[in-house]
């Protein structure tokens, strides 16, 4: 019999598999969060930079809107991914980067929570029982690390 962790969690049956996809289910919509957010707010911008006609978008605001389609656009991706079990492990722990990334990169105390932050922390909570015991039985590709590693 195998040692391996993920396998004895997979022996538990269908009550673990339906947690694992509820989990998935939430994870893939707290990652939706922050691109909608994001978009949202682009959106609010632009137009007070069009009402505003003496007025032209610095180089810096520009980047920050290139920035945030980037990450948003993976973090979408991501949630896909997750909402459908592909490599459920891998994007939870790169879900789980991206939160602990954003949360230090973007709080002024990291130490506290606020309404932006609030998201990615949920991310990083949703995604720590995926990546310790996998998508479950309801994953379209179910290989666990043995063929990561």
Same mark, same amino acid.
């Given at each position: 019999m195998h040692n391996n962790p993920s396998h004895l969690w997979a022996q538990t049956g269908l009550p673990t598999?339906?947690?694992?996809?509820a989990t998935r289910m939430f994870l893939a919509g707290a990652l939706l969060v922050h691109p909608a957010s994001t978009?949202? @707010?682009?959106? @609010?911008?632009?137009?007070?930079? !069009?009402?505003?006609?003496?007025?032209?978008?610095?180089?810096?605001?520009?980047?920050?809107?290139?920035? %945030?389609?980037?990450?948003?656009?993976?973090? !979408?991706?991501?949630?896909?991914?997750i909402a459908f079990?592909?490599?459920?492990?891998?994007m939870a722990l790169l879900a789980?980067?991206?939160?602990?990334?954003?949360?230090?990169?973007?709080?002024? %105390?990291?130490?506290?929570?606020?309404?932006e932050t609030l998201p990615m922390l949920l991310t990083l909570i949703a995604a720590l029982p995926l990546i310790a015991i996998g998508g479950?039985?309801?994953s379209l590709w179910r290989g666990?690390?043995?063929?990561i590693l």
């Amino acid at each position: 019999m195998h040692n391996n962790p993920s396998h004895l969690w997979a022996q538990t049956g269908l009550p673990t598999d339906l947690f694992c996809l509820a989990t998935r289910m939430f994870l893939a919509g707290a990652l939706l969060v922050h691109p909608a957010s994001t978009a949202l @707010q682009m959106s @609010q911008a632009w137009r007070a930079y !069009v009402a505003a006609e003496d007025s032209a978008p610095s180089f810096m605001f520009l980047l920050d809107d290139i920035r %945030n389609l980037v990450v948003g656009a993976l973090l !979408v991706l991501i949630a896909v991914w997750i909402a459908f079990g592909l490599r459920t492990r891998v994007m939870a722990l790169l879900a789980a980067a991206i939160a602990i990334t954003f949360h230090f990169a973007t709080a002024y %105390n990291p130490l506290t929570v606020t309404s932006e932050t609030l998201p990615m922390l949920l991310t990083l909570i949703a995604a720590l029982p995926l990546i310790a015991i996998g998508g479950g039985r309801f994953s379209l590709w179910r290989g666990g690390w043995r063929e990561i590693l």
